[in-house]
């Protein structure tokens, strides 16, 4: 069922998010935060591009659009607007999901969604080569932007897709300064077929097609972490459960994706009784995202092994007071650790909440009863519909809005992006460089270089960043800048980062003399660094030793 969240608007199990961040603007800024112009109007809304190729089989992609550009602006700190979403944004407008807007209907759409921003497009395919348009429709100001073009073979459609959202993110944010380089390897390894069938397989009509292309897609590129999540999703809706986690399981704990594949991960574990890995999972996913709904089926999974999960029950409850579930929940944790007057007050706040909750008024009257309940939960029996045999077992979030954990994901980067601008320049070059680095090393180019960026813009005479930057080019395949900006952070400070771009930038071209002089360098500064020591090795392979 597609989500009904309206992006932009915060959810009420992110009224946490907001009101940290509202204590945080409350408090005084320094004259350096007061400078710094604040981020507004960031998201976006990608439609469908218009396929006039005239050839139906090349549909599908037009459907691809959407979801690079989604992910590219996603990396580089815009909210994009989830599939979902617009199908529920035609579904309330009366529209079929395949509809074709025009101008005055996509902006209804947008307004719909709290969208700042369109991005429409088309493209036309003659003799295997792809032409692409697209315009960004400033939906505030009513404006449509001039055409943003590109081209290639068809056989390059990623390199085609990535230009064009970096263009896009230029139209929307004159000052991004993330080069296009780093755009076009964004999509690393995946081939064009497996996008092709994962393309078509999230937009197939039936469940046994979707699944058996995202399968032909994950068979081409095995580790391909959307058709992954999108595979587990479909087998998870088929009751698979077994097969989903194992799917799930396979989404690298440091894609972006991660989160929404170990919340299903969790939930699938926890529909076969492996309540142990179900709280494992719910776990990874409440240590980087805290939400309540989360934090909640961490604590049913704990329950469920005869935990005491009150502390974990009694954070969802403060982190969404007006959810009469978490109060159930804690209600029930608190009978069953003996704290009747504490339950008593918690099942007073869920009928307060919802009134027509009949196992909350059995539970109430169980609590007046003064009858206790099994210190470890039975969760595969069903619970008597009497009062006096009732057993009453805490419930499970079975949901996931893959907008709102978004939504506050872009809240959590907000607000650290305020609280860095409170620092002074170097500690701020310092904290953005090590964030920078934390992308780099999970194989994250783009958002690494906006960290490295905002590094060099808090304080120029950043070493580490330039040496940063310098790893961002040379994976970008820009040789030359990555030389320029590891020379200038060594002229800043020698470090072995820096050594170590040039020492592979000369190694790659050849002149091993000069990449062991580099090396030599390093290991001066570092004698055992492991990066440095296997350039050693590769030089003396290579009949180089180090001066």
């Not at 307004?111 to 348009?133: H, K, P």
């Not at 009509?205 to 587990?232: C, K, M, V, W």
């Amino acid at each position: 069922m597609p989500s009904l969240v309206k992006v932009r608007i915060l959810q009420k199990h992110c009224v946490w998010i907001a009101l940290t961040i509202s204590a945080f603007l409350a408090q005084p800024k320094t004259a350096t935060a007061a400078q710094t112009p604040e981020r507004t109007g960031r998201v976006v809304l990608v439609l469908p591009f218009d396929n006039r190729s005239g050839q139906a089989p090349l549909a599908w992609i037009g459907d691809s659009f959407p979801d690079t550009l989604n992910q590219r602006l996603s990396s580089s700190g815009f909210l994009t607007i989830t599939n979902d979403d617009r199908h529920y944004a035609l579904e309330h407008l009366g529209l079929p999901a395949d509809f074709k807007p025009s101008r005055a209907t996509t902006i209804r759409i947008a307004q719909t969604l709290d969208a700042d921003f369109v991005v429409v497009g088309n493209y036309t395919i003659n003799q295997s080569r792809i032409s692409v348009q697209a315009q960004v429709l400033d939906v505030h100001n009513l404006s449509m932007s001039k055409p943003l073009a590109d081209s290639s073979e068809l056989a390059r459609l990623f390199d085609v897709e990535n230009a064009l959202a970096w263009k896009v993110a230029r139209q929307i944010d004159p000052q991004f300064n993330v080069a296009q380089p780093t755009f076009l390897v964004s999509s690393g390894a995946v081939r064009l077929s497996a996008f092709e069938n994962y393309i078509r397989g999230t937009s197939a009509p039936s469940q046994q097609e979707r699944i058996r292309r995202l399968q032909l897609a994950i068979q081409d590129t095995p580790n391909y972490p959307a058709a992954l999540l999108a595979l587990g999703k479909a087998q998870f809706a088929e009751r698979d459960y077994d097969h989903a986690a194992a799917t799930f399981a396979k989404v690298p704990p440091t894609d972006r994706r991660a989160l929404e594949a170990e919340f299903y991960l969790g939930l699938a574990r926890f529909n076969t009784a492996r309540y142990s890995e179900a709280e494992s999972a719910f776990k990874f996913v409440a240590t980087r995202l805290p939400l309540p709904e989360v934090v909640n089926n961490e604590a049913v999974a704990s329950s469920r092994q005869g935990h005491d999960a009150v502390p974990l029950f009694q954070r969802a409850t403060a982190a969404d007071p007006n959810d009469p579930d978490y109060h159930y929940n804690l209600a029930v944790a608190l009978l069953r650790r003996g704290d009747t007057a504490g339950a008593q007050h918690e099942i007073d706040q869920t009928l307060k909440l919802k009134p027509t909750d009949g196992d909350a008024a059995q539970l109430k009257t169980r609590i007046a009863s003064g009858s206790p309940i099994t210190a470890t939960p039975k969760a595969a029996t069903t619970p008597p519909t009497t009062t006096s045999s009732f057993e009453p077992l805490e419930r499970i979030r079975r949901t996931y809005s893959e907008a709102s954990f978004r939504q506050a994901a872009f809240q959590l980067d907000q607000m650290r992006a305020m609280r860095m601008a409170s620092l002074p320049p170097a500690e701020r070059a310092t904290q953005y460089t090590q964030l920078g680095q934390d992308y780099l090393a999970q194989g994250l180019i783009t958002e690494a270089e906006q960290e490295f960026q905002a590094a060099l813009a808090s304080d120029s005479s950043s070493a580490a960043a330039h040496a940063g930057l310098a790893q961002v080019r040379e994976r970008s395949g820009n040789t030359a800048e990555a030389r320029t900006e590891a020379q200038t952070s060594l002229k800043l400070h020698p470090n072995v980062a820096a050594y170590l771009v040039l020492a592979r930038i000369e190694l790659q071209a050849n002149q091993t003399a000069s990449s062991a002089a580099a090396v030599g360098n390093a290991l001066k500064l570092e004698p055992a660094n492991t990066a440095a020591q296997g350039m050693k090795q590769a030089l003396q392979a290579r009949g180089q030793s180090l001066p």
